[in-house]
């Protein structure tokens, strides 16, 4: 078991440090409150927590599928995609999805499965 875990450390000190960046929060829009006032008005939002800011995995691309807004279409939920905060991971080499032709959506309006709502595809 110890050998385990000293092998599983040396492996995450071997790893590069993954670089982040915080940006606004699209589902609050960096107020930090819950934009429906669910279940109350004093509710902190929930994809920042009341910071009104999230850390992304830069490069990234505006989702596709809620356009930026976080905001499930036209539902009180955030997106699924981008989990409510309004952009995704670019994908190295990034090329329009062939399926949705870059609006990330299906027919049946639920997420793409070829790019998974991002709207691109790893070239």
Do not use: H
């Not at 960046?21 to 929930?46: H, M, R, V, W, Y």
């Amino acid at each position: 078991m110890a050998r385990r875990r000293r092998k599983m450390a040396k492996a995450a000190a071997a790893a590069p440090p993954i670089e982040r960046k915080q940006i606004t929060c699209a589902f609050c829009n960096g107020e930090g409150k819950d934009p429906f006032g669910i279940p109350s008005i004093l509710s902190t939002c929930q994809v920042c927590l009341g910071s009104g800011k999230v850390w992304v995995e830069p490069p990234t691309i505006t989702c596709a599928f809620c356009g930026g807004s976080g905001v499930y279409l036209d539902k009180r939920l955030t997106c699924t995609v981008c989990r409510g905060k309004g952009v995704v991971t670019k994908p190295k080499g990034a090329k329009t999805c062939p399926d949705c032709l870059g609006s990330g959506m299906s027919p049946d309006g639920l997420p793409d499965l070829l790019c998974r709502g991002k709207g691109v595809i790893a070239g």
